[in-house]
Structures are given as structure tokens and as C-alpha cells.
Nanobody
Framework: QVQLVESGGGLVQPGGSLRVSCAARGSPYSISAMGWYRQPPGKQRELVATITTDGSTNYADAVKGRFTISRDNAKKAVYLQIDSLKPEDTAVYYC????????????????WGQGTQVTVSL
């Protein structure tokens, strides 16, 4: 059994910074692509950033230059540093990962975390 568990959300003033974390609990055989998505109030879930095993990153245009995704393969974790926060960054932030459960698994499965709330407000 593998779970993705996020932490680090909260209430932040505009212009502030926040770091959200996600760790895979359990014993996955391997984790390839990891990423962050967000769902603003009343809107659909959208891509924020992704990172491959070797550290290649991809960002949504709306967050380029303000958000930084990183990962620690040994800790089975992915992080999102959020700087220069804006009210429109308010959303539930979800961790996502492609996980191979065992060496005998024929393919990877896609997992989601439960989400962590980030609210940007005075």
C-alpha cells in the first residue's frame, strides 16, 4: 500500500512564501514523474509543475519564475517552493506521482495525495 501525503499548506499574506511537501509512504519499488496540481475554488484542477527522476522540470506559465519544484529521491519526496504569492494562487494543492509498486509490476500506477490548502489573503 502506497500513499502520497502532503503537508505545509496554510494562510499566507500576498507577497509571502510557502513550501509544500509531499512524501510517499509505504515501500514503492520506484517513482518516476512527480508533480503538483492545484484546484482553485470553483475551478477545475490544473497543472502547476512536474519533475522527472533526473530533475527535468516543467511549469505552468502562470507560475514560472515564482514556483520551484524539487525532489529528494532517497526520501521519496517532492517539494514546491512558492514565492511572491498572489490571491489567485489560493487553491488546494495536490501531489501526483507515477509509481511502480514492485519489481514485478508490469506498469506504473498514478497516485494522488489528499491535498493541502493554500490560502493567500490579508
Amino acid at each position: 500500500q502506497v500513499q502520497l501525503v502532503e503537508s505545509g499548506g496554510g494562510l499566507v499574506q500576498p507577497g509571502g512564501s510557502l513550501r509544500v511537501s509531499c512524501a510517499a509512504r509505504g515501500s514503492p519499488y520506484s517513482i518516476s514523474a512527480m508533480g503538483w496540481y492545484r484546484q482553485p475554488p470553483g475551478k477545475q484542477r490544473e497543472l502547476v509543475a512536474t519533475i522527472t527522476t533526473d530533475g527535468s522540470t516543467n511549469y505552468a506559465d502562470a507560475v514560472k519564475g515564482r514556483f520551484t519544484i524539487s525532489r529528494d529521491n532517497a526520501k521519496k519526496a517532492v517539494y514546491l517552493q512558492i514565492d511572491s504569492l498572489k490571491p489567485e494562487d489560493t487553491a488546494v494543492y495536490y501531489c501526483n506521482a507515477d509509481i511502480r509498486l514492485s519489481r514485478w509490476s508490469l506498469s506504473e500506477d498514478n497516485y494522488w495525495g489528499q491535498g493541502t490548502q493554500v490560502t493567500v489573503s490579508l
